[in-house]
């Protein structure tokens, strides 16, 4: 026990600080898990023991990741960037591995270990690129749009590599596939591959029609940490169920991932899952950094940086021509290769398996380890080279060029009764809408009418977060729990400066405090719903209907005047509430509200009464004859 | 003849003349009334249902009080939006082409007023004018104006007799009682002039 807790605590507390650290100079979080891993490996030493329990465990992060990356593939977009994800990446994945392959050949290491090397420089790497592309704000620029597509077929193509590397192994010197004992190892190949097979189409079939209705069942009893689990399990079964047919767990959990994207879920997993991923992902990282020999990177650093150098630059050689054939021109075309011009975190992963299966040798792969993490080192300083150029070039073009801004949306935090009457007016004139509830059945409901909706509690930051809230142009809050739309109004207001919101209020009251937390407009939930049946009740007590449309309009311009004149004094008394101002404040109120209710009835019949009124009777209103040229008063000449 | 009076008035006080000439039109046998005001308060003109309305009826009547020598708010809206090219106008739209159009006028003015040497410096039809071309430019004859002058002034008799007048009007038009070659020869019919030209 006290073992365990010793170690828990010398990882966790390297991890915490070296990832401080590495953020802090804009490395990025995974450079930083390999410091922590050098840390508490070649440095401190308390790695030793224990460590293959946990490198175990930690490849359980890998795992999740491709969870992750399976759960992010939407269809409809992959299908818009169909010619970039398949021309630019295609190429560029096949360019630089045959480049490498080349090279490594040429300088001496079998065509194995040549083509193992080429698979991981063709990989960029995911986290830090698309993280330096969100935090520059690049994403969606014309370099940002290229770079995302070719890592995403990077990501596909990490599946065949997966799969050739045990081949290749076979291939090579017919070392024993040390897989363990598996379900199929002594069938027939037939029933082998029938087997396989069958736990294929076992995910894809139990993840869209056994996990949906479990997930909402839980959604529906409200169990939060319930639905965590649930997530950890579906997870942690599929890698279970592919390792007995001999398939890689990694592989499985992908099409897990795959297979509920589409589904109304999907925020909520991504959340559930995320933090799992990220830390059991960083002790992946850490269990490579704590196998780095030391004396090697002090015995071949030339080597080491001759490397770095050499794939950085095969990859800019690879991707600048293929972003110009691509019509990705001048500064896009430089983000684009430099950008991606370092070897991933999936390298590692290559690399274990590849040493596994014994196509390299512990000192290559150790070198290969640093090389991988001197790219990632390197990228911010590539990036730095890329402002550098896009200035350079600006300079030279004389204007510049515009990165295409991110596309709007809305988003709508719950849908009742309210929120689907916004929703519906909004899709009608062709706006798109993102939409949070946390009730599963009532986004099942609107999701069968092919809205886009995600189940999960809009006050929760990261669902918002995720949902677009920084990229939005516009929110509305229509959930009825009024302290939960207060927060999410001014979580919202914080994060995003320029957003819209349009939000719901309970009542009077909570109109103010709507108003304090930063909403542009505030509809009384029950206001105009209210008005409209006083208007059909006078209407059915025989008011003309033109009479009853001018009373309604005049009661609510009224009515709305006198909320924001007594805004001021609200305003004062929610702020200090356990002060003897409340009170007077409150008294104040109470009078503002009698003497307006006082003052809007003569108002409320002088502003009515006016208006296509003859003069009255007996009173001439001809105009005097050729006295003055004005027009005759009154409304009826 | 199928007789249609579109009646436009956003302040129907019990004792307006207007609502009284209404009240009397709606309980004639074959004429359609229509409260403007009562069917868009808020402005939305039905323009099918109105098109189709006017491809039903071969006399049009506009019964309004007269605001700023013009129709009021809602008649013009719904001229804006009713009479649409294709529809009403244009080459190939002149489906209103034959019909007759009528304005049923109240003013607050009396008749002396609306003279060359009165306040208002010119007659009633004057005033009528951009109704007058609408009608022409869709192909539809221009009646007459039937006005009742300083509509809050005169004695409950006179304006009474209007009233009374308005129906009969309203049904000779429906029976083709009402001498139209006649009529061309007025400016503007009061209801003394109806006397002349309603047959037996």
């Known amino acids: 026990m006290d073992g365990l807790a010793f170690y828990a605590f010398a990882y966790l507390a390297a991890a915490v600080f070296a990832v401080i650290v590495s953020q802090r100079l804009g490395l990025g979080t995974v450079v930083g898990y390999i410091a922590a891993g050098v840390i508490i490996g070649p440095v401190l030493q308390v790695s030793t023991a224990g460590s293959d329990y946990l490198e175990q465990f930690s490849e359980f992060g890998i795992v999740m990741m491709l969870f992750l990356i399976g759960l992010e593939i939407d269809p409809q977009m992959v299908w818009k960037l169909r010619a970039k994800l398949l021309g630019l990446g295609g190429l560029q994945v096949a360019a630089t591995i045959g480049v490498i392959t080349v090279v490594g050949t040429a300088i001496g290491f079998t065509w194995q270990q040549s083509l193992l090397f080429g698979f991981i420089g063709a990989l960029s790497s995911t986290a830090i690129v698309l993280q330096t592309l969100e935090e520059k704000g690049m994403l969606e620029s014309d370099g940002g749009r290229a770079s995302f597509a070719v890592l995403l077929f990077q990501d596909f193509a990490v599946i065949p590599m997966l799969a050739c590397i045990p081949l290749m192994a076979a291939a090579g010197n017919a070392a024993p596939a040390g897989h363990g004992s598996t379900l199929i190892q002594h069938l027939p190949g037939w029933a082998s591959a029938l087997l396989t097979l069958a736990a294929v189409a076992f995910v894809v079939i139990a993840g869209q029609y056994l996990s949906r209705p479990i997930f909402r069942l839980i959604a529906l009893l409200r169990l939060r940490e319930i639905f965590t689990a649930m997530a950890l399990l579906l997870v942690v079964a599929i890698a279970l169920l592919m390792s007995a047919v001999g398939l890689s767990p990694a592989l499985g959990a992908f099409l897990g991932g795959v297979v509920l994207a589409n589904s109304e879920f999907k925020h909520e997993l991504q959340n559930d899952v995320e933090p799992f991923k990220g830390l059991l992902l960083g002790l992946f990282f850490m269990t490579i950094g704590a196998k780095i020999d030391l004396g090697i990177l002090r015995d071949n650093w030339l080597v080491i940086f001759a490397a770095t150098l050499a794939l950085a630059t095969i990859k800019v050689v690879v991707l600048l021509p293929l972003a110009w054939t691509f019509k990705v021109r001048t500064a896009a075309g430089w983000l684009f290769a430099l950008g991606l011009a370092q070897a991933g975190e999936f390298g590692f992963v290559l690399l274990s398996i590849g040493q596994e299966r014994q196509i390299l040798t512990g000192q290559i792969a150790s070198i290969a380890i640093l090389v991988i993490t001197m790219g990632m080192i390197l990228t911010p300083a590539l990036f730095a080279i890329y402002a550098r150029i896009a200035i350079l070039i600006d300079n030279r073009q004389g204007q510049n060029e515009a990165d295409q801004p991110d596309e709007g949306t809305i988003i709508i935090a719950g849908v009742g009764r309210f929120g689907q009457i916004v929703n519906r007016m909004l899709l009608a004139n062709g706006h798109k809408t993102v939409i949070l509830d946390y009730r599963a059945d009532v986004v099942d409901d609107i999701r069968r009418f092919g809205i886009k909706s995600f189940f999960g509690d809009a006050s929760r930051p990261d669902l918002l977060e995720s949902a677009g809230l920084s990229k939005a142009d516009l929110l509305i809050v229509a959930i009825d729990d009024r302290d939960r739309a207060t927060e999410i109004v001014s979580h919202a207001r914080q994060q995003n400066p320029n957003i819209r919101i349009i939000a719901r209020a309970y009542d009077r009251l909570h109109h103010y405090e709507l108003l304090d937390a930063g909403a542009d407009h505030i509809v009384r939930e029950l206001f105009g719903s209210s008005v409209e049946a006083a208007g059909l009740a006078l209407q059915s007590l025989g008011m003309h209907p033109y009479e009853v449309e001018k009373r309604k309009s005049i009661f609510v311009d009224e009515d709305v005047a006198g909320l924001n004149r007594m805004a001021p004094l609200v305003d004062q008394s929610t702020r200090v509430s356990d002060n003897p101002t409340f009170i007077a404040g409150f008294k104040d109120i109470g009078r503002v509200i009698e003497s307006a209710m006082r003052g809007e009835r003569t108002t409320y019949e002088e502003i009515v009464r006016r208006g296509w009124s003859p003069p009255e009777l007996g009173e001439s209103h001809s105009p005097p004859i050729h006295t003055t040229r004005a027009p005759p008063a009154g409304t009826e000449p | ?200």
């Not at chain 2, 109105?50 to 009826?57: A, K, N, S, V, Y």
């Not at chain 2, 804006?80 to 739209?93: C, H, I, K, R, T």
């Not at chain 2, 002149?94 to 009165?118: E, F, I, N, Q, W």
């Open chain 2, 1 to 200: 003849m199928r007789v249609l009076v579109l009646f436009a008035h956003p302040a129907q006080r019990k004792k307006s003349i207007n609502l009284a000439m209404a009240e009397r039109a709606r309980s004639v046998d074959g004429v359609t009334l229509v409260d403007l005001y009562a069917e868009y308060p808020r402005f939305s003109i039905h323009v099918d249902r109105e098109q189709q309305r006017l491809l039903e009826h071969d006399v049009i009547i506009f019964q309004f009080p007269l605001f700023w020598y013009s129709t009021p708010a809602l008649l013009k809206q719904w001229q804006d939006l009713v009479l649409e090219y294709g529809f009403a106008y244009g080459p190939s739209g002149k489906k209103l082409a034959g019909k007759h159009m009528l304005a049923c006028v109240t003013t607050g003015g009396r008749r002396d007023d609306y003279s060359p040497t009165g306040g208002n410096e010119h007659p009633i039809q004057d005033f009528l004018l951009p109704l007058r071309q609408t009608a022409t430019l869709c192909g539809m004859e221009f009646l007459p104006p039937f006005v009742l002058h300083a509509a809050n002034h005169i004695e409950e008799d006179r304006a009474q007799a209007h009233i009374d007048a308005y129906p009969q009007l309203l049904a000779a038009l429906r029976d083709d009682r009402f001498d139209l070659q006649a009529a061309r020869s007025y400016s503007t019919l009061s209801r003394d002039d109806l006397v002349h030209l309603i047959g037996g």
